[in-house]
């Protein structure tokens, strides 16, 4: 099969088996979502959760987070690991959407990657989330999964990114991605993939290579 068959069969199969497409980040404001990203950097999601609940309860807005002591948000943060630098990158980056954007958040990739502590997966989650528009957020599981169909060859998450774009449904790449950590975690494992439950394993290069014998 041609990559963007693959591809297309991809997005189907997976909208049949995760139909629901959400992030597992728990967020109610579009600044949220980006510092419990930023947060979620080697740290689970769940844990980033239970952080946020404290910390988006004492700083309710992007003008809040502006005004933060460091120190303090560094102490609510310290569970989710690398504290200082998370810290200080969320109190910088809403120093500068008070300062250059009024507060609100940019609705581009290249404008979001401006902000500290914000890089492309970032920007893209937070552009397809909250601004429903075409993103491809390129985390690890993307990463792995899409190398393994075979749609993809490079580690690089912005390489990933551009060689994803042409094949992917514009209207499907975002809910394709938040479906690609969802089999990630649950099937398509790191280190101990599960193929022969695996619903992708018709259209996956690795399963083919792997398993299938020579006619």
Known sequence: ???QEIALQAVELLKK??????CSLEYRKPHELMIATRLAAQCTDARVNIVCVDLFQKYPTVEAFAQADIA????I???????????????HMCQMLMEQYHGVIPDTVE???????IGRKTANLVVGDIY???AIVCDTHCIRITNLLGLVNSKDPVKVENQLRPLLPPEESNDFCHRLVLHGRAVCVARRPQCDRCVLNVCCKHFQDTYQLPE
């Open 1 to 3: 099969m041609e990559k």
């Open 77 to 91: 943060v310290r569970p989710c690991g690398f504290f200082h630098t998370k810290a200080k990158d969320i109190v």
């Open 132 to 134: 429903h528009k075409p």
């Open 72 to 75: 303090d948000v560094e102490q």
């Open 17 to 22: 088996e995760y139909p629901d497409a959400i």
């Open 111 to 117: 404008e979001l990657v401006k902000l500290p502590g």
